[in-house]
């Protein structure tokens, strides 16, 4: 409440007479009343309800399920809800993977008494390259905010077998600046593996990073059957792109197109701005450079 | 306050809590549900105040989603039990709301539109009156309605104090607090604020109106 001394002194112009003064007073107190009865807003409709697929709660009382599969890659636990796979990791038991899962969600999930047969068919499937089967997974990205969907989004285009930069993922998804915030997003993936954060790399060649290690990134890029080895040396050559004199394109070496250059026609750059120098077009596929419409 | 939990989850929630202490308690525990009933407990609140700050819908919505999320990473990530079972969480959630929305604000004008604000308020003031509203409930409306056009005209540093002040009613100490300002910054902006509401809304808080 205002005190009788906080009445308003600034806005004198007549005389200060009681009277006067007991009205302000009075005006005060009504102001504060009706600051005090202002009413409240509700919510948007699916605000709360968007925030809580953010977290990861899926709503209901419900719980994700998990249950596990055999992998080239050791056994592999994934997490599941109504909407699709939410969290894959490999662990060493079904505590383990419980626990990442609660630490990231919020939520310990509970082990799924009858495995969905189908969703692992297709999940082992999708690890092998059926493409096919990599498209049907159904994959919860709910939980993520934009940024992080958008990136994954677009990791997931990186065909198997071949790689891309950090610095690619930025400028394709129209954050060129945000490399950094690529790798973050990238290595907070929390479906691996069906999600190729492992094919994004760092734009000198080096593999850059793995939330699960170098040697497991290198390893799936093998799988895939990409020389990581080649692909770092290379690098290091300063051999950043690919060219054909037959076709004056250029690609990143891993590209499909340019691992079917004959050796005769090969060329290679260091730079994108010295392969356009030397009047070649980025390639439409792996787009080395923005490349317009 | 609305309680806008589905039925379902509600009851698969044994005992949902119903004050904060307990509240509390489920989320320092992780209970399944807790969460949610905090959304739910305090969605509507976090907004209205969000609205006030920011001045417009699109903001206010975008300020709790992310605070909400703040909280959610806070409670179930970095803080320890202990630490969530001392939290008073009204004023925590609405210093959480605060930063993030000073947060949003860098690099972004938030502009107040007083005059969308005016054409707002009485349209949500029309529709909830109704066709014929009586003479006393007009005048409160039309009352709220100049006072939040009012508010909107103050400068965002009074107008957050005031609000915190005399709409939420939170004491000065916790103001103070919330704002990281001493006590006497924050009474002097929270008077400076009253003085100009009181200035703008001129004749609307005279007696005479109320005969």
């Given amino acids: 409440m205002v005190e009788r001394g906080e009445v308003d002194r600034t806005m004198e112009t007549r005389p200060v007479t009681m009277?006067?003064?007991?009205?302000?007073?009075?005006?005060y107190r009504r102001l504060v009343r009706a600051l005090r009865a202002l009413p409240a807003r509700s919510a948007p409709p699916g605000l709360g309800e968007r925030v809580l697929q953010r977290?990861?709660?899926?709503?209901?009382?419900?719980?994700?399920?998990?249950?596990?599969?055999e992998t080239p890659l050791g056994r592999l636990y994934l997490a599941y809800g109504p909407r699709g796979i939410r969290f894959v990791a490999p662990a060493e038991d079904a505590a383990a993977f419980a626990a990442a899962?609660?630490?990231?969600?919020?939520?310990?999930?509970?082990?799924?008494?009858?495995?969905p047969r189908r969703l692992l068919a297709d999940v082992a499937r999708a690890l092998a390259g059926d493409r096919q089967a990599a498209r049907r997974l159904p994959l919860d990205l709910e939980p993520l905010g934009a940024f992080e969907r958008a990136v994954l989004r677009k990791a997931l285009e990186i065909p198997r077998g071949e790689v891309?930069?950090?610095?690619?993922?930025?400028?394709?998804?129209?954050?060129?600046?945000?490399?950094?915030?690529?790798?973050?997003a990238l290595g907070r993936n929390p479906i691996p593996f069906i999600i190729p954060c492992h094919r994004v790399v760092g734009g000198g060649g080096n593999l850059t990073g793995y939330a699960f290690g170098l040697p497991l990134k290198r390893r799936v890029l093998e799988l895939e059957g990409l020389d990581p080895v080649e692909l770092e040396t290379a690098a290091r050559r300063g051999e950043r792109y690919r060219g054909s004199r037959t076709t004056r394109i250029f690609c990143f070496p891993s590209c499909r197109h340019a691992r079917r250059i004959a050796p005769r026609h090969l060329v290679t750059f260091r730079s994108a701005a010295e392969a356009l120098a030397a009047g070649y077009r980025a390639c439409r596929d792996c787009r080395p450079v923005a490349v317009g419409a | 306050m609305r309680m806008e939990i589905a039925e379902p989850a509600r009851a698969q929630t044994p005992a949902a809590p119903l004050n904060e202490a307990e509240l509390l308690d489920a989320l320092a525990a992780r209970r399944a549900g807790a969460f949610e009933l905090l959304v739910a407990m305090y969605q509507d609140r976090l907004y209205t105040l969000a609205w006030r700050i920011t001045g417009n819908g699109q903001d206010a919505e975008e300020a709790v989603q992310e605070a909400l999320l703040r909280a959610h990473r806070a409670l179930y990530g970095t803080y320890a039990p202990e630490r969530v079972r001392g939290l008073a969480l009204r004023p925590w959630l609405t210093t959480v709301l605060l930063n993030t929305a000073r947060n949003m604000r860098r690099g972004r004008s938030f502009a107040v539109s007083l005059d969308a604000l005016g054409v707002d308020e009485r349209a949500g003031v029309r529709s909830a009156a109704g066709a014929v509203a009586p003479p006393a409930a007009a005048e409160r409306q039309e009352l709220a309605?100049?006072?939040?056009?009012?508010?909107?005209?103050?400068?965002?540093r009074r107008r957050v104090a005031v609000v915190l002040r005399h709409v939420e009613g939170f004491s000065y100490e916790e103001v103070a607090q919330m704002l990281g300002r001493p006590v006497g910054t924050v009474k002097s902006d929270v008077h400076r604020a009253l003085r100009q509401l009181r200035r703008r809304l001129g004749p609307l808080l005279a007696e005479d109106r109320r005969r």
């Fill in chain 1, 19 to 27: 009277e006067r003064l007991a009205s302000e007073t009075r005006a």
């Fill in chain 1, 55 to 69: 977290v990861g709660a899926l709503g209901d009382g419900q719980r994700a399920r998990f249950s596990s599969l």
């Fill in chain 1, 101 to 115: 899962y609660a630490r990231r969600f919020g939520e310990e999930p509970v082990a799924d008494p009858e495995p």
């Fill in chain 1, 164 to 184: 891309r930069t950090y610095a690619w993922v930025a400028r394709e998804i129209g954050h060129p600046r945000a490399t950094r915030a690529v790798g973050r």
């Fill in chain 2, 145 to 156: 309605a100049a006072l939040e056009a009012a508010l909107a005209a103050l400068s965002r």
